[in-house]
């Protein structure tokens, strides 16, 4: 199972980005999705995850901001950021854990897109 993450890019203050992140191969079922990110110096955050009954959880930084959401039938995530800040730059990671078709549980990353908010 692989995750391929897209929609990074550099923004200005108060801006918008959309980040997706597909994941292919021999997947049966996805269950928790989620979006992290690592800043320069600081260690990885959740940023947001969402189960597949679509039940949500965002950490406090982005809560009003940003929006979390997956189409179960693309076995895509994806992150709506609105009003971003300088604060959120970093390399968002997507994250996916489930069962293949051989019933074996997995839980794969995908690369890093980067987020650069700055005027």
């Known amino acids: 199972v692989q995750l391929q993450a897209s929609g990074g890019g550099l923004v200005q203050p108060g801006g918008s980005l959309r980040l997706s992140c597909a994941a292919s191969?021999?997947?049966?079922?996805?269950?928790?999705m989620g979006w992290y990110r690592q800043a320069p110096g600081k260690q990885r955050e959740l940023v947001a995850g969402i189960t597949r009954a679509g039940d949500t959880n965002y950490a406090d930084s982005v809560k009003g901001r940003f929006t979390i959401s997956r189409d179960n039938g693309k076995n895509t995530v994806y992150l709506q950021m609105n009003s971003l800040k300088p604060e959120d730059t970093a390399v968002y990671c997507c994250?996916?854990?489930?069962?293949?078709?051989?019933?074996?549980?997995?839980?794969?990353w995908g690369q890093g897109t980067e987020v650069t908010v700055s005027s």
């Open positions: 191969g021999s997947i049966f079922s996805i269950h928790n």
């Open positions: 994250n996916a854990d489930g069962a293949d078709y051989g019933l074996t549980w997995f839980n794969v």
